[in-house]
């Protein structure tokens, strides 16, 4: 992953993480001036685990496993791709909520 692990991008994982939000970034995006991230509910996760009995390491995921269980985000930071993701996912979990 191009980019420094600045305290900001320490900070949004560890706020992500305490929100039950987990983050999965990829290399850069769209010739590389672009960042792009996953954000998904670390309780879906862990329902994936307990129905298939397989423990799940998010750094190894890659994008075609996390399309159905996330939402992207993009950004010219991997700071802003990463808080873009988390918000994406919010925004959608507060609508999911909604239809309940």
């Given at each position: 992953m191009n980019g420094e692990v600045t305290n900001e991008l320490r900070?949004?994982?560890?706020?992500?993480?305490s929100d039950g939000i987990w983050l999965?970034?990829?290399?850069?995006?769209?010739?590389?001036n672009k960042y792009l991230a996953a954000a998904g509910s670390i309780s879906n996760l862990e329902k994936i685990e307990k129905q298939t009995g397989k423990e799940?390491?998010?750094?190894?995921?890659?994008?075609?496993?996390?399309?159905?269980?996330?939402?992207p985000g993009v950004g010219k930071t991997r700071e802003e791709s990463c808080?873009?993701?988390?918000?994406a996912w919010k925004e959608y979990s507060k609508q999911t909520k909604k239809k309940r």
């Open positions: 900070k949004i994982y560890r706020k992500a993480y999965l970034e990829f290399a850069p995006a769209y010739g590389g799940i390491d998010v750094s190894k995921l890659e994008l075609g496993d996390v399309v159905n269980i996330s939402l808080k873009n993701a988390i918000k």
